[in-house]
C-alpha cells in the first residue's frame, strides 16, 4: 500500500498562474481532505469529500477548486495563484463511517511545497 | 479567536525530562481528542487519541482531557531526541470536521 500519494513534491509558479496539486489514495477511504499549514497557524481545512461526486467547502475554500471523480483521487485546482497562496499542502483521508475512531485516524500524504512569486 | 488554542513554542528540554504540552478550547460540544505528530518535512501521524473526559496511556505518552476546563494535555516521560517533531492537538464534534491546533514544536537535546 502506497498510503496517501501527493505530487509534485515541489512547485514555483507566478502570479496569476494556475496549477492542480494531485492526491491519490489507495486505502478506500471515502473522507478526503486538503490543508494548508503555515507558520504558527496550524493546518487549516481547504476542502474535503466524504465520498465520490460530494465535495465541501472547510475553513479556507477561496482559491482553490475540487472535485472528487473516484473514489482514489481527489485534485486541488489553484484558479490563479496568489502570493498568499505560498504553503505546505496536505491531503489527507480517512474512513468515513459510524465509527468516530476510524474517522479521526486521518493518513496524510508527505506535503506539497508551493511558491508563488 | 480561534476554536482550539495551541503555544507554538519552540520548547527545549533536555533528554529523560517529562514534557508537557498542552491545547485549550472553546466549544464544549466537541467529544473527541487526539494528538497529531509531524517530522519535520513529513505529513502528520495520529499518536494518540481520546474520547471525553479522562487518561490515555500508551508507553511514554499519556493524553489528558479536563472538558469542565475545556483543556488537553500530552505528557511525554523519559523524553528521547527521537521525540523532536511538532506536536498538533486536534479536536472534534461528532461527525465534523477535525479542527487543529497551531502545533508545538518540541526539541529535545542529548
Known amino acids: 500500500n502506497a498510503g496517501v500519494t501527493q505530487t509534485p513534491k515541489f512547485q514555483v509558479l507566478k502570479t496569476g498562474q494556475s496549477m492542480t496539486l494531485q492526491c491519490a489514495q489507495d486505502m478506500n477511504h471515502e473522507y478526503m481532505s486538503w490543508y494548508r499549514q503555515d507558520p504558527g497557524m496550524g493546518l487549516r481545512l481547504i476542502h474535503y469529500?466524504?465520498?465520490?461526486?460530494?465535495?465541501d467547502q472547510g475553513e479556507v475554500p477561496n482559491g482553490y477548486n475540487v472535485s472528487r471523480s473516484t473514489t482514489e483521487d481527489f485534485p486541488l485546482r489553484l484558479l490563479s495563484a496568489a502570493p498568499s497562496q505560498t504553503s505546505v499542502y496536505f491531503c489527507?483521508?480517512?474512513?468515513?463511517?459510524?465509527?468516530?475512531?476510524?474517522?479521526?485516524?486521518?493518513?496524510f500524504g508527505a506535503g506539497s511545497r508551493l511558491t508563488v512569486l | 479567536q480561534k476554536e482550539v488554542e495551541q503555544d507554538p513554542g519552540p520548547l527545549s528540554v533536555p533528554e529523560g525530562a517529562i514534557v508537557s504540552l498542552n491545547c485549550t478550547y472553546s466549544?464544549?460540544?466537541?467529544?473527541?481528542f487526539m494528538w497529531y505528530r509531524q517530522y519535520s518535512r513529513k505529513g502528520p501521524e495520529l499518536l494518540m487519541y481520546?474520547?471525553?473526559?479522562g487518561n490515555k496511556e500508551d508507553g511514554r505518552f499519556t493524553a489528558q482531557v479536563d472538558k469542565s476546563s475545556k483543556y488537553i494535555s500530552l505528557f511525554i516521560r523519559d523524553s528521547q531526541p527521537s521525540d523532536s517533531a511538532t506536536y498538533l492537538c486536534a479536536m472534534r464534534e461528532g461527525a465534523q470536521k477535525l479542527v487543529f491546533g497551531q502545533g508545538t514544536r518540541l526539541t529535545i537535546n542529548p
Open positions: 466549544n464544549s460540544a466537541f467529544q473527541y
Open positions: 489527507a483521508s480517512s474512513y468515513h463511517g459510524d465509527s468516530a475512531f476510524v474517522a479521526n485516524v486521518l493518513t
Open positions: 469529500s466524504v465520498g465520490a461526486g460530494i465535495t
Open positions: 481520546t474520547y471525553s473526559s
